[in-house]
């Protein structure tokens, strides 16, 4: 099921050819299967855990070593994280200098013994949050290897995203806690340093046992195996959950085709459970109080008519449970499930939960590299989740996509912008990381409306998620979607707005009247070309429009629901500065001429779009 991008007969076929770089360029997914035993003390914060990793390398390389994150290690005065979080010309301040100053007690880490591979101990070199490992022996090119290694780590006070004893006072926020097996893909290892953002997992099933304080309530990823011996509100109805012998409660969680897992934990969290119609189980776990308990119980509706409105426009969610938890420090994607604060107003709230939801369709079953491509992940997020806050939650009137232009454009002009080809971590600041990933992202996909047709885009969507769910696309498979959808070239699109930072910017340099014609001057100002929409509105409240799409699309978009009626189409080749058009109506007669009146295109200088008469 994994391995679809195998095609071994080829394979075969090339080697005999001595093709050896063409079949080492094909697309392959290593697979994972953890087994996980944690105990947590809940007096000291720190646990103790086994894990047995069965790995499967489809690749077809020979692995000599493989690499872990230990994340928790990040949280330590004069780590990665640390130097860069005081060093960035903008901090983030949830983190700023408080990494620095964490004592022994409040420091995490995660640290790993008696590792093995098949049995036979395995060379292991901790680097920060990398643990590098030397394998006994190869893992050879479509075998499994079995890795077996012992961890004990520290909760870190609450900085980032997980910790202990939030703000809010949630207790563990437990996400990027054990050691997690880097991905290795056609690019290569991608054992990341733990800097400060965005993750790229292995999927595989997880089997995990915690055992914890019984006061404790768990929530989280996967789907509880013991329920009616935990009780704490996943027992069935009617049964009676027998009293837990001695001080402590195992809970027992499976979780089939993700690739991480997550729990809260709270000896004060109330638990909800929702039961959709379609079976989707949907849990809340927060703490009673002032500031969360009227705004959660709204909650408990919203969360389910999002994954309705989800399931119907951008793909059927694929798992029988979702999870919102109070913790974290903001709010974090995780499979299944999301931590966020919980002290919010109701917008807020609803806003946070949707935008984490949303991700369980671009980080959690696409997962695209979200280090690599944070645009593709943040930025489709948020377009998901504009449209699902516009329609179950209608508060503002007009464009849902206008705060992900503004954002795109103000950093546009400021001077900051770098390509969104940059590597998450590598972005110079944290502005030009956040406007690209989540504003720019988002605008990429809204814009694509404007140059294929937005129902073709919304079937692309689609069809870009059924065929690439859990397969890690990238750049170019969702252009590929695209233009198949629309059969429209779309690479210029891709390589202007995603590999440079040229923006967009037209205007109606002239117009004139000629005998009983108008004369129409457009100008590309911008160095990155468009197609365009050009709406005339006459004086008697009719619009026309014309439409001039680029030589290099190939093809033109048809006409969309709701435009006005196209009296003109014609090529503009990109290298023309100026297009200059004829239309058969007075000057007299028209009112104002607008480009892209929708407003789906990005320019940065709209005043020159619209000349009134
Ligand atoms: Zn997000």
């Known amino acids: 099921m994994l391995n679809r991008f195998k095609k071994p007969f080829l394979g075969l076929f090339l080697c005999l050819l001595g093709g050896v770089g063409f079949a080492q360029s094909g697309r392959f997914q290593q697979s994972v299967n953890y087994e996980m035993e944690v105990f947590m003390d809940v007096e000291t914060n720190q646990y103790e855990g086994k894990q047995k990793l069965v790995y499967s390398n489809n690749s077809p390389d020979t692995l000599y070593r493989v690499f872990y994150h230990l994340y928790y290690n990040a949280f330590q005065p004069g780590s990665m994280m640390d130097v860069r979080s005081r060093t960035i010309a903008d901090p983030d301040r949830r983190v700023g200098d408080r990494i620095a100053n964490l004592s022994p007690e409040e420091i995490g880490y995660l640290h790993v013994s008696n590792l093995t591979l098949n049995g036979k101990p395995a060379h292991a070199i901790e680097v920060g949050t990398v643990l590098e490992v030397h394998l006994p022996e190869p893992i050879l090119p479509n075998s499994q290897a079995v890795l077996e290694l012992d961890f004990n780590g520290q909760v870190p006070i609450q900085i980032r ?50 055992t914890i304080d019984k006061s404790y309530t768990i929530g989280g990823t996967g789907y509880l195996q013991n329920p009616n011996q935990i009780g704490h509100g996943y027992e069935d109805e009617g049964v009676t959950v027998p009293e837990p012998q001695g001080n402590t409660l195992t809970w027992h969680f499976k979780a089939p085709m993700v690739h991480d897992f997550m729990w809260g934990a709270d000896p004060k969290y109330k638990h909800d459970k929702v039961v959709m119609d379609n079976g989707i189980t949907v849990h809340h776990f927060f703490i009673p ?34 999870s919102v938890v109070q913790g974290g420090d903001g709010g974090m994607e995780y499979a ?63 464009n849902v996509h206008q705060g992900s232009y503004r954002g795109y454009i103000s950093l546009a002009l400021s001077g900051l912008e770098e390509p969104m080809s940059t590597h998450s971590d590598h972005y110079h600041t944290n502005r030009a990381y956040g406007s690209a990933a989540y504003s720019k992202g988002a605008v990429f996909m809204e814009q694509l409306g404007y140059v294929i047709g937005a129902d073709v885009r919304d079937r692309g969507l689609l069809r870009y998620f ?128 607008e480009i892209d009146p929708s407003k789906r295109m990005a320019d940065v200088q709209p005043e020159n779009n619209k000349v009134e008469f």
Do not use: C
């Not at 389910?304 to 694929?318: L, R, V």
């Open 336 to 398: 299944m499930s999301t931590l966020v604060t919980g002290e919010r107003s109701l917008p807020s709230l609803v806003g946070v939960m949707v935008h984490e939801l949303a991700h369980s369709w671009y980080h959690g079953v696409l997962a695209t590299n979200e280090s690599l491509y944070p645009w593709m992940d943040e930025g489709f997020t948020s377009y998901a989740t504009n449209l699902t806050m516009g329609a179950i939650f209608p508060r503002r009137e007009g």
């Open 289 to 322: 109080g002032e500031k969360t308990s009227e705004n959660w119980e709204k909650l408990k509706e919203y969360t389910p008519k999002a994954i309705a409105y989800m399931s119907e426009h951008f793909g059927q969610y694929p798992y029988k449970q979702f």
């Open 161 to 210: 995203r997980s910790g202990r004893d939030s703000a809010e006072g949630v207790r563990y926020s437990m996400s990027q806690w054990y050691p997690k097996m880097a991905n290795y893909d056609e690019q290569g290892w991608h054992a990341n340093p733990y800097i400060g953002r965005e993750f790229y997992g292995i999927w595989g099933d997880f089997d995990v046992k915690i």
């Open 466 to 593: 059924n065929t690439w769910k859990f397969k890690h696309p990238n750049v170019n498979d969702l252009i590929r979607i695209m233009e198949k959808e629309s059969g429209i070239e779309l690479d210029w699109y891709k390589e202007y707005f995603v590999y440079t930072t040229k923006t967009i910017d037209y205007a109606i340099k002239e117009v004139k009247a000629n005998g009983d014609k108008t004369e129409l001057t457009l100008q590309r100002i911008g160095l990155m070309p468009m197609p365009l929409d050009v709406v005339i509105t006459y004086k008697d409240g009719s619009q026309e429009m014309i439409y001039l799409p680029l030589v290099i699309m190939r093809g033109e978009k048809a006409e969309e629901a709701g435009a006005p009626k196209r009296i003109h189409t014609e090529d503009w080749p990109w290298v023309n500065l100026e297009k200059t058009l004829v239309i058969d109506r007075n000057l007299e007669t028209i009112q104002f001429i």
